[in-house]
């Protein structure tokens, strides 16, 4: 079977905007080998446990999974929102002027059966992943979704170009292992836990289930699950909805740090506001236990139209997040079709997810994010938009933080707008919650970056959200401590210089953590976006300092501009034009300062401390 697989793979690859083979070793040698060995020994000895655990619950009952011991059974959950989502803006001839097809990049997807991979609508793209005999109209729905070339022009896929590796989801751990191992990007899971079978600490709970994702991503830094919420909100039966109203409804995968939990919401033909977004009536809401921001976004999931099993020209409308989600696995698979167009690699998982939830229209009842929509509405437009303008009006790094570091960077806007700013991360695996223990709100973030932005001594913070009070708008009025995306926000930003600053708390879980940086504003960052803040030969001198700083400046960058900003980014020295690479600090008091420096338009930053 894996020579047929190979040979398929070998042939595929022929496009000139592919996922080649040189490309995914690329993304191979990110990956960790003895964390790879870990973790397959790992999966190996859970599949050896959950054999042995199947002669404890009736044949016919067969479960998915076994958590703590008890026995956890599947569920499908599904429209074709390539508008709603302005994902046609990046076709060929689109508004954006640019050409995401997802021509020959694959998706995974895992779903109750087998997708008909001969419907007209996909041409020998889809490749059978395993042995499953069961057609599913579900499968094949997803994948029309995410990859249907449009023979109906109606329910044409969002890449519409790309290919699919499609499995049951029996084993899906295991063979979400081998689908990372090789190199590949995304996969859609339209699943999950029967809400009705589960007792009440598994809902919002971080277990087991979230555990293995977790797993999966920190050891494949490039590969990107994307998850239904699931649709049990809508039943009244349910204790759990009726306790609630309708919160605390995910479970299982949908409560992992890194990965994307997809909400539903109706069509959205003509968006003026965030009363356009319509939420489903079956969508489940947050929060997870320790109040993370759950659902991630928003998709369009109501009478989605697309490919059925039934015959290879048949279609079927179905409604659900898992129509939602594999319009966000379809735009990921777009977005980094394009960026790798533009870049020749592909983004971080941690990337994908921050770009995604930075550009997301905004949805719900209150400015920023919520328990229902997530980030809001994903927009294919302005995700692209972000990428297309990237070191010139916009700003996206991947850069890694330090155990102790600081990371500041400046931007500047020249007239009043907004300000958007996003880091991500892939959050290591965190501790499971322990004793059934019903809402346990310990935090389970292992890495817990900061994001700020300062301007003149004022402080700009996170939005966060409070489980105890779900249905309260979010705030930003202190950190957040536990989410792995974090957004910052200034509505109607005056024009200036403002300070983007990265720490930590605690030490950081193998001293390191990789983090990705996005950042717009309305009508265009100006400045500070071609940062030389990497050139180790040119720093400042002494640090600690006591009546003068220095500048090492062996490039002799001309220093046109000199600023000195405390911590809080206030102002403290206006140098202006520096001609003998010193200052005079004598006057500040004690403590850690920021140097900005502009250089025949170029802006960096140097730090140094104050005896």
């Not at 292992?177 to 836990?193: E, I, K, Q, R």
């Not at 589960?198 to 990107?224: A, C, H, R």
């Not at 229209?361 to 294919?380: H, I, K, M, T, V």
Request: proline share 4%.
């Amino acid at each position: 079977m894996k020579k047929i697989y190979l040979l398929l793979g070998l042939a595929v690859f022929t496009g000139l905007n592919a996922q080649t083979p040189a490309q995914r070793l690329q993304i191979q040698r990110h990956t960790n080998p003895i964390a790879a060995a870990q973790l397959k020994q790992k999966i190996d000895q859970k599949a050896k446990v959950f054999e042995s655990m199947q002669h404890i619950v009736p044949t016919l009952l067969k479960p998915q999974r076994f958590v703590d011991g008890q026995p956890i059974y599947f569920q499908t959950d599904n429209f074709f929102s390539v508008r709603s989502l302005r994902a046609e803006t990046m076709y060929p001839g689109g508004t954006l002027g640019i050409n995401a097809t997802g021509l020959e990049i694959f998706a995974g997807v895992w779903d109750g059966g087998k997708v008909l991979n001969t419907h007209q609508e996909f041409t020998g793209r889809v490749i059978l992943g395993d042995v499953s005999n069961t057609l599913s109209t579900h499968a094949t729905h997803v994948t029309g979704t995410i990859c249907a070339q449009g023979i109906q022009p109606s329910r044409k896929g969002f890449a519409y170009q790309a290919y699919v590796r499609a499995y049951d989801w029996t084993s899906d751990e295991a063979e979400m292992f081998g689908y990372a191992t090789d190199g590949f990007l995304v996969s859609n899971h339209s699943y999950g836990n029967i809400a009705s079978s589960l007792q009440e600490f598994y809902f919002g709970n971080y277990n087991s289930q979230s555990i293995e994702v977790d797993d999966l991503m920190n050891t494949f830094p490039y590969y990107q699950v994307v998850k239904s919420a699931g649709n049990d909100r809508s039943t009244t039966t349910l204790a759990q909805v009726n306790n609630k109203a309708g919160y605390d409804l995910l479970s299982g995968v949908s409560t992992a740090k890194n990965v994307l939990t997809v909400a539903a919401v109706d069509q959205v033909s003509n968006y003026t506001s965030p009363a356009s977004v319509v939420m489903s009536s079956f969508s489940n809401w947050g929060p997870t236990d320790d109040g993370r921001i759950k659902p991630d976004i928003s998709a369009m999931g109501v009478g989605v139209s697309s490919c059925s099993s039934s015959s290879n020209t048949a279609y079927t409308s179905l409604s659900g997040t898992s129509m939602s989600a594999p319009a966000i696995t379809g735009l990921i698979v777009m977005l980094q079709d394009y960026y790798n167009d533009l870049n020749a690699q592909f983004m971080r998982s941690a990337t994908v997810r921050g770009l995604l939830c930075q550009s997301a229209r905004e949805a719900g009842d209150n400015p920023g994010p919520d328990y229902s929509f997530g980030w809001g509405l994903a927009d294919g437009f302005n995700a692209s938009n972000v990428i297309k303008n990237n070191g010139s009006s916009t700003l996206i790094e991947e850069n890694t933080l330090a155990n102790g570091a600081t990371f500041s960077k400046t931007i500047q806007i020249n007239t009043t707008q907004d300000i958007n700013v996003v880091v991500s991360w892939t959050d290591p695996t965190g501790t499971a919650n322990q004793n059934n223990a019903i809402d346990n709100r310990t935090p389970r973030l292992r890495n817990n970056l900061d994001l700020k932005i300062l301007k003149d001594g004022i402080t700009y913070y996170p939005w966060k959200l409070d489980p105890e009070y779900p249905t309260e708008p979010a705030t930003n009025v202190t950190d957040n401590n536990v989410d792995n995306i974090e957004k910052v926000q200034i509505f109607n930003a005056t024009p200036g210089v403002y300070t983007i600053q990265i720490t930590h708390k605690g030490s950081l879980q193998g001293g390191t953590q990789d983090y990705s940086l996005i950042a717009s504003a309305s009508t265009g960052l100006a400045l500070g976006l071609n940062s030389i803040q990497a050139d180790n030969e040119f720093f400042v001198y002494p640090s600690p300092a006591n009546n003068e700083i220095h500048f090492n400046n062996t490039k002799e960058y001309a220093l046109d501009d000199v600023s000195i900003y405390d911590i809080t980014g206030k102002l403290v020295i206006a140098a202006g034009k520096v001609t003998n690479n010193t200052i005079d600090v004598s006057a500040l008091q004690s403590g850690v300062y920021m140097v900005k420096i502009t250089s025949q338009g170029t802006n960096f930053m140097r730090k140094f401390t104050k005896n």
